[in-house]
């Protein structure tokens, strides 16, 4: 009978937005388990690589599966083909963090994030001549994957025009495209140093904080099912009582 009345002329559009608002319900439901479970691989990929030993670079092992794994490197900076990242703070100091390659025993090269530098008086690469660290480094680091976009769209870094034959400030680190202005191979990652406390002069290492707990994706997948059981049972049920009222 209810089944019936449900489908009725009189009920037929309420009855398909009922249906329509749980299977919406069901599906941001589902999105968040999705959610979790992205979230559950990413705290166990950390935690997986944070336990590993340091990794020497250069290594014979793909890179791109190992991001925020330390890393141990040493090799001679190459400070003409280095590049800055806009809008990036220093508390709220605005500035931008100097990525320069650094050449390694195998011949290759890795992009590493120097750190924060201010964006006044470094306008241009000549300006961050003053940051150089001549002769050979021995670093730490994470290592980090490159970077196109941000995870919500947003700006992107420009092509090369015609007459253009390198790009000094960018948006991410794009290892790839910035790897294509710069005459020898580099690696598929880049490396950001290890923050030193007691630094307070730039160039300053960055390392960003990561939030390893499950956030709230369970309980919100329990809120939106809770939300389409109450629209699958509570309609019925609603529509039994205008029923039992006109007896």
């Not at 703070?89 to 530098?117: C, E």
């Not at 021995?138 to 196109?148: D, K």
Request: charged share 20%; hydrophobic share 40%; aromatic share 12%.
């Amino acid at each position: 009978m209810i089944i019936r009345k449900m489908f009725s002329r009189k009920w037929i559009v309420a009855t398909i937005l009922v249906i329509v608002a749980a299977s919406v319900c069901v599906r941001l439901g589902i999105w968040q388990l999705d959610r979790l479970a992205e979230t559950r691989a990413f705290n166990s990929h950390v935690y997986a690589v944070r336990a590993m030993q340091p990794l020497d670079l250069p290594a014979q092992v793909d890179l791109t599966t190992m991001e925020w794994r330390a890393v141990r490197l040493s090799g001679t900076y190459d400070f003409e083909n280095q590049v800055a990242i806009r809008n990036q703070f220093n508390g709220d100091q605005f500035g931008y963090h100097l990525i320069t390659p650094l050449r390694l025993s195998d011949g290759t090269a890795v992009l590493v994030d120097r750190g924060w530098i201010p964006a006044d008086g470094n306008s241009t690469p000549a300006d961050w001549r003053k940051y150089d660290q001549p002769g050979k480094v021995a670093l730490s680091g994470i290592i980090r994957l490159s970077e196109t976009n941000t995870p919500f769209g947003g700006a992107s870094d420009p092509t090369l025009t015609p007459d253009q034959t390198r790009l000094d400030f960018w948006i991410f680190v794009n290892v790839a495209r910035i790897g294509s202005q710069i005459p020898y191979p580099i690696l598929p990652v880049y490396v950001q140093l290890d923050p030193n406390p007691n630094q307070s002069n730039p160039p300053i290492p960055f390392q960003p904080t990561l939030d390893l707990s499950e956030g709230s994706h369970q309980s919100y997948a329990y809120q939106w099912f809770t939300f389409a059981t109450l629209f699958l049972v509570g309609y019925p049920f609603f529509l039994k009582r205008q029923e039992a009222r006109k007896k």
